[in-house]
């Protein structure tokens, strides 16, 4: 469990509190001084971006335990080992779009491994493809370092020691894994309405690393693709590779008709895709890897069943389980299959007959309710309580850099005061 900070006054709950939810320790960050040395560094984020995304980051510093670190990396690297068995495959892939079943070999950019941290250890509450944050957070971590005043000694970063050679290493190998040949030439960098997106910063830092080697580089919303003579085009030219920040999983909407062509004519490298998002971040997936019962009809092995042990036992919402579900509704979390930004998400025991309807109706998942950790944040002068979870920035099952995520309420929205992404570091 994370421990709090010895030098930090944000740190301390009650010994009764901490027993429930465990308390994580953390420190103060001048958010003025972090935004000036952005501008001042990355002259491509201005101040107005600050302005317009005030809790874009937390002004704290969270400290997560060795044990907790290693307990995440050992949950992760078997998430992603069960993934690529037959069984599991199969079982996935059968409730997946049909585009979801091509598979050009990508295995996903960034993907995003989403925990809680509890008294008896890390839980993975979902796994993500497009996560947000892996780049906003490493220029963070430039700004606010481990060591300096208030740190710890020992204290450092997690992942890669060279984030940005990391992350350029991960977009060769997604490239390679499709295509022959040295690198992408031409990248694009997808949403829809980029400039309106609450990320839309990460977009401008993932462009300047794909021109930090050469690699023509635009940002652009996918209704502007087009597919002529069997290519990818934008403005005219074409497209070698696509970083997808679409939360249309499967390029079901009409304006992503382009990028669904080139896509299921392997005519374009996507990553994240439609295959990684089916096979590792649809939440129905949580339900058979938290399922004994298909564990042992799989024979995973015993250290695979130890780690996938993190995971709240999942079920998938149907009409025959439902009344049983709606009994024990109050220990639950229900979640869209496919969902994504905690839209639609709901506490069982906030559900009303409404909503519950909707549940039934939809393709949802019901997680046993895992209590998020806490911390304190100091907020114009005072110290207040904001839950957190813990994010791995993962590629091909190694963890590339992590983040926490401050908050107050039901989920993550980067809009409470004192929230938003809070530099990691292990102590």
Sequence with gaps: ???????????????????????????SLDRQAIAAAFEATDGLLPASIWESRPHLFSPAQVFLAPADLA??????????????????????????????????GPRGAFMGYDFHLTADGPRLIEVNTNAGGALLNAALARMAPAGGAGGRAGARGVGAADFEAAAWRMFLQEWSLQRAGPGPRRVAIVDDGTEEQYLYPEFVLAKRLFEAHGVVTRIADAGQLEFRDGRLVLAGEPVDLVYNRLTDFALEAPGHAALRRA?????????????VHALLADKRNLA????????????VDPPLRRALSAIPRTRIVTAQNAPALWATRRSLFFKPACGYGSKGVYRGDKLTRGAWADIVAGSYVAQDWTPPSECRVRI????QRRKLDV??????????SAAARIYQGQATNFRTPGGGFAPLTVA
Aim: hydrophobic residues 50%.
């Design 288 to 299: 058979l890897l938290s399922d004994a019962a298909w564990l042992d009809a799989q024979a």
């Design 380 to 383: 114009e002068g005072l110290e």
């Design 71 to 104: 307990r995440m990396t050992e949950v992760v690297r078997a998430v992603e080992a069960v993934s690529r068995w037959p069984g599991y495959r199969q079982a996935v892939l059968e409730q997946a779009p049909a585009i979801a079943r091509l598979d050009h």
């Design 1 to 27: 469990m994370a421990t709090p900070a010895a030098d930090s006054p944000m740190s301390a709950q009650s010994a009764a509190a901490a027993a429930a939810v465990p308390a994580v320790g953390a420190r």
């Design 391 to 400: 994010r791995l920035y993962v590629y091909d099952g190694e963890v590339l």
């Design 263 to 275: 896509y299921e004519a392997g005519r374009v490298v996507v990553t994240p895709n439609p295959h």
